[in-house]
């Protein structure tokens, strides 16, 4: 099955630091995305990278910026870490191919990185 | 636009009865409809979908879901709990695009 690893489960922060959430996936997914997820909110599209070099933002995009450099990997950049982006933050793949039958259709989440700003 | 909701924030059963979560979609064409499943300290985990066909879906893990176009529904169901069962479960909708919906996530207890 398609793995997504992020490379941090916890991370605390200090509040003006830049961070970088680094998410890796193994099976060749055109798709990337990165989620944050706070409670009563549920999930929040923050960039959407549909291919190499590709981006598009999502819901909530402002205080980030992401980088793809590889097809693998997706990096999510907080350019300067405020307390109120103390979330969890979930990255996601897919294959980029859409049919109405789409049997194969879902999204590979990694386990998500825990980041505390203070 | 098109959402999902979940109105029931937090449910809990008892070990061995059923469940229901609820789910309500909102878009006028037909919708594609997921139901994720998040473990303590792990990634969501696709359950089942809705794309079309017969309206009564099986998932993993002893799961299915009805598709209710009259109700606007997307129910989850578990004939029978198990304490493994307790999560944080997500509707999800889709037109086709990478933009998926997801709904505020139903927090599951399982009392043994």
């Known amino acids: 099955d398609v793995k997504v690893t992020q490379s941090s489960r916890y991370l605390v922060k200090r509040t003006g630091e830049k961070v970088f959430l680094e998410c890796v996936q193994d099976?060749?997914?055109?798709?990337m995305f990165w989620y944050r997820q706070d409670p009563g909110l549920g999930l929040r599209l923050i960039y959407f990278?549909?291919?190499?070099?590709?981006?598009e933002k999502g819901d909530i995009p402002e205080g980030y910026s992401v980088s793809r450099e590889k097809k693998e990997r997706f990096s999510l950049i907080l350019e300067s870490a405020s307390t109120n982006q103390t979330s969890m933050y979930l990255c996601?793949?897919?294959?980029?191919?859409?049919?109405?039958?789409?049997?194969?259709?879902?999204?590979?989440f990694g386990s998500g990185t825990q980041l505390s700003v203070l | 636009a098109q959402s999902v909701t979940q109105p029931d924030i937090h449910i809990t059963v008892s070990e061995g009865a059923s469940l229901e979560l609820r789910c309500n979609y909102s878009?006028?064409?037909?919708?594609?409809l997921f139901w994720y499943v998040q473990s303590p300290g792990q990634g969501l985990q696709l359950l089942l979908k809705?794309?079309?066909?017969?309206?009564l879906v099986q998932g993993i893990k002893g799961f299915e879901a009805e598709f209710k176009r009259s109700q606007s529904s997307f129910n989850l169901r578990k004939p029978s709990v198990h304490w493994s069962d307790a999560a944080e479960y997500f509707c999800?909708?889709?037109?086709?695009?990478?933009?998926?919906?997801f709904g505020t996530g139903t927090r599951l207890k399982v009392l043994a």
């Open positions: 996601a793949s897919r294959r980029d191919r859409w049919d109405s039958s789409a049997t194969n259709e879902k999204l590979f």
């Open positions: 099976m060749d997914h055109e798709n």
């Open positions: 990278s549909y291919d190499v070099k590709m981006k």
């Open positions: 878009y006028g064409a037909t919708p594609y």
């Open positions: 809705y794309f079309s066909g017969d309206t």
């Open positions: 999800a909708t889709t037109s086709g695009t990478y933009k998926y919906i």
